[in-house]
């Protein structure tokens, strides 16, 4: 038996019709037996939480056809991109994917492989000159392009513009792929619409990027515009949210943020993950007069640092993320455990045949379990879940700890049991 | 040219008309050339932030003839008894009080001699009874009581009833004294109203405790039938604060409490100071389930810990104040340096005469000094402004470390200058 098992590395804050066409053409190309999402959990790659919990975004992702949601644990999900993609391809790879689909914005597998190999071969020039751009105190992202665009410039071949946001992501799973020696296969799907980052909003297009919605429906605006631009299930869920209590941003933590580093010493603050350089020093020099969370970042903001580096920090600050906690997972690049956030009974199915394989514990109650990189995640949850008012009435779910995965039955399109 | 210098320990939260008669009680006694008064900071010995800042009851201080209003740094404010009293004593030894006036169920200064005498002389009995007491797991304030009424029933003499709070409090000023052979006279004033801890309210007497006038306030009702219960200045500044965004309570800064102990590791939480015998283990068992702070404190409740301790453990959370930085100062009982608050023209001119003879730096403006205790308060202070929501308007204060004291012309009753 040869199955294809797809896997997709994903947000989904929140699901879209984009998602979903991503999956149809998936399916109607790969012709999957099954496919695996690694989804990230209450806080996102750039440093934001998400609009809705993970177990909101788990029940989404089930209905729009998924088999099995895996959390992607704290320290890569609000992890630097390459960091990101380690973790979620080291996950895939321990399921079992036998192939990766991600979007991108050129659209085509072949330019990606030519870009690796520019880099791979030109290893050291790269490094030179990353090195010395970043001696001229610009940031990561913008000091990576500029060696790059050195390399690409005079090299033969087709390569990938990596200043798109999901070509840069996707070059990330090449290289991740590469580098463990995987033989998962990667497939990558044009996106859409106009660019991840477009803010702008068009009212009849059934495409939408999750910013542009997201800012929508930051902005206050109802919900109601967007019935075109979202599956049902999805619309639902955010309508109700909205109603009770409010889509989560950061300026609902913003507080929380302000009475941390308020109450902080600049010593102890230094050994929060990621702060480098001394910018505690800024932060704290800053903050006394900082009334929103982007006035604050504003405040701070440097050419060196991106406005999501000090996003992510700001989220390591509220979750009391410590480098001693976080720098050697983050650095190994590989995940310890599969955190079990939701299955149909296909994906049960699967996951009943492949346990007794599984080169690293499957977690499905966390009760049983104990690491050090599950206790960043529990902790990143319930401060997720208070801060956020998801700890209380009306929307009140089962504690972190004792949260069983959510079950779909996907032949009636039902959850089953406490989970649903 | 010999002077009365007349000293008073205070909290005024809020200042009341029994603080006044105690006043008027001291003038016509002991006739002072000057008052002065050593006041809490924003957080109380008993563990709650005050209702007002140390700025606003400055001013009620000033206009009811304090001449002085000196800062109890943090550490000794929110101290155990013996601690406040110490700290409190050596600031007013360093200023030159020649009296000590304070209130007490008792109101006679000899029985507190007697009993001095009485537990100096049976040393070694009374700490052995301590002990044991302390090992069958009941409370410091119990097992102290339990040693007193073991010595001070077998002894002849008048003995102050220690289980009355102003009788114990005074009876630590008096050790206090004794402890650091100051010269310093104390005298007693009986309390007119009855018990501090007397939660009912009796519409029609001119003095009610402090406690029964918070309790009132915070039950949401309107300041208006405190009018006979305070004097005019102090009236209208609660009741002005409770017109804009209302008076501070520990349920304002419960969700920030909440929110440092789910973000903490037991670790963490055991090097701030006060966290004893693990108790950090059921703080981190009981909070996330509490959704008041009454409640978490009812929660974590034992024979062991009196609620007072449990309160002041929970400032210590919230302001993150830890052992490495409070400990050694608060055992030692010394007050490195004089933080002024406010004062009148005839304080400002006392100031002038003693300041080249003062052994510690006194303090106007925070901005020129540096001292890792004064570092504590300047937190606390930030934190009480920015959680009671005093650094927004529309009652906006200049930040801690820019404030000059508070400066009152008390021939026409006027504040002086941006202080007023």
Redesign the interface.
């Known amino acids: 038996m040869h199955m294809h098992i797809a896997g997709i590395i994903a947000e989904y804050n929140p699901f879209h019709n984009g998602h979903l066409y991503q999956l149809n053409t998936l399916r109607q190309t790969l012709r999957p037996d099954l496919i695996l999402s690694v989804m990230s959990g209450d806080f996102l790659q750039r440093g934001e939480p998400a609009l809705v919990s993970k177990w909101e975004r788990t029940r989404m992702a089930l209905q729009a056809g998924i088999d099995l949601v895996i959390e992607l644990p704290y320290v890569f999900a609000v992890g630097k991109a390459d960091v990101f993609a380690r973790g979620a391809v080291s996950i895939l790879d321990r399921l079992g994917a036998t192939h990766l689909a991600f979007g991108s914005e050129i659209g085509r597998i072949e330019p990606f492989f030519q870009t690796l190999s520019l880099i791979e071969n030109n290893k050291a020039r790269y490094d030179q000159t990353l090195k010395e751009a970043l001696h001229e105190g610009i940031s990561y992202p913008n000091a990576h392009a500029a060696a790059y665009r050195l390399l690409s410039s005079a090299a033969a071949g087709e390569f990938v513009d990596l200043t798109q946001p999901n070509n840069s992501l996707g070059f990330h799973y090449i290289e991740a792929i590469h580098d463990r020696k995987s033989s998962m296969i990667p497939l990558t799907i044009r996106r859409q619409e106009s660019g991840h980052s477009d803010r702008t909003f068009a009212n009849d297009a059934p495409i939408a990027s999750a910013r542009s919605i997201r800012s929508y429906l930051l902005g206050g605006r109802s919900p109601a515009n967007l019935q075109n631009k979202l599956p049902p299930y999805v619309y639902s869920s955010l309508e109700r949210r909205n109603r009770f209590g409010g889509l989560t941003e950061w300026e609902t933590f913003f507080?929380?943020l302000?009475?941390?580093l308020?109450?902080?010493?600049a010593e102890?603050l230094s050994l929060i993950y990621e702060m480098e350089e001394g910018i505690e020093h800024r932060l704290l020099s800053r903050i006394?007069s900082a009334?929103s969370f982007n006035g604050f970042i504003a405040a701070v903001k440097t050419k060196r640092y991106t406005w999501a580096r000090l996003q992510r920090l700001s989220v390591h600050v509220?979750?009391?993320t410590l480098k001693s906690e976080a720098r050697q997972p983050a650095a190994a690049g590989e995940v310890p455990y599969l955190r079990l956030l939701g299955m149909s009974r296909k994906g049960q199915n699967y996951l009943a045949a492949i346990r007794k394989d599984l080169q690293v514990p499957l977690i499905a109650k966390i009760r049983k379990h104990r690491d050090p990189l599950l206790d960043l995640d529990i902790?990143a949850a319930?401060?997720y879940d208070?801060?956020s008012g998801n700890g209380?009435p009306p929307l009140s779910y089962s504690?972190e700890t004792s949260h069983a995965p959510i079950r779909y039955d996907e032949k009636n399109g039902r959850f089953i049991g406490a989970g649903g």
Request: positive net charge; glycine residues 4%; hydrophobic residues 25%.
């Open positions: 507080p929380f302000k009475y941390k308020l109450s902080s010493t102890q006394g009334d509220l979750t009391n902790r319930k401060l208070f801060l209380q504690s």
